[in-house]
T-cell receptor
């Protein structure tokens, strides 16, 4: 069965510091991968999606970037965090008819 | 463009009662998937139920069932015998059947409270 791993679960980072959140998928090949951000109390905002290695599409302009160095690895990064980058970040994969999510990372920028 | 609308930001239900959460969507596609996800306070996203648009039969998973009205583009979720553990945010989502990126289109969610 397919599983998705996302880490870390929580992160507190100072403004201006770099960021790297990692997501890996097991049990499937060539998945479509997604990074979402969820502001407190509300819906999901799609940040990036990837249909293959090295293929990244950005949904909204922002301080973040994404990379897919391997088929089942998806990384969300920033060179310099802003206060507005705080939020809950979810990685997801979509294969066939199922969308499965990682457990999320709560990022607080201080 | 495809959109998903959840018109009820908050709902509540008494324990053991039945509640229905509404979802409507807009698409010009004929084949697609519809989903209901549950997000409890832990914020883990949990797939509750899935419906393929080409299937006329409504999907059912234990106490959860949907009323899928394709012509009306409506996809409501019914929770029977509500339990305290059902309290969560519920998100409705749409995904086209074909296409390369398979992006999920999300509603804004409905917060469900279950009263003992």
């Amino acid at each position: 069965s397919q599983t998705i791993h996302q880490w870390p679960a929580t992160l507190v980072q100072p403004v201006g510091s770099p960021l790297s959140l990692e997501c890996t998928v097991e049990g499937t090949s060539n998945p479509n991968l997604y990074w979402y951000r969820q502001a407190a109390g509300r819906g999901l905002q799609l940040l990036f999606y990837s249909v293959g290695i090295g293929q990244i599409s950005s949904e909204v302009p922002q301080n973040l970037s994404a990379s897919r160095p391997q088929d089942r690895q998806f990384i969300l990064s920033s060179k310099k965090l802003l206060l507005s980058d705080s939020g809950f970040y979810l990685c997801a994969w979509s294969g066939a008819a199922v969308g499965t999510f990682g457990s999320g990372t709560r990022l607080t920028v201080v | 463009a495809q959109t998903v609308t959840q018109s009820q930001p908050e709902m509540s239900v008494q324990e053991a009662e039945t509640v229905t959460l509404s979802c409507t969507y807009d698409t010009s596609e004929s084949d697609y998937y519809l989903f209901w996800y549950k997000q409890p306070p832990s914020r883990q996203m949990i797939l509750v139920i899935r419906q393929e648009a080409y299937k006329q039969q409504n999907a059912t998973e234990n106490r959860f069932s949907v009323n899928f009205q394709k012509a009306a583009k409506s996809f409501s979720l019914k929770i029977s015998d509500s339990q305290l553990g059902d309290a969560a945010m519920y998100f409705c989502a749409y995904r086209p059947y074909a296409g390369n990126n398979r992006k999920l289109i999300w509603g804004l969610g409905t917060s469900l409270a279950v009263n003992p």
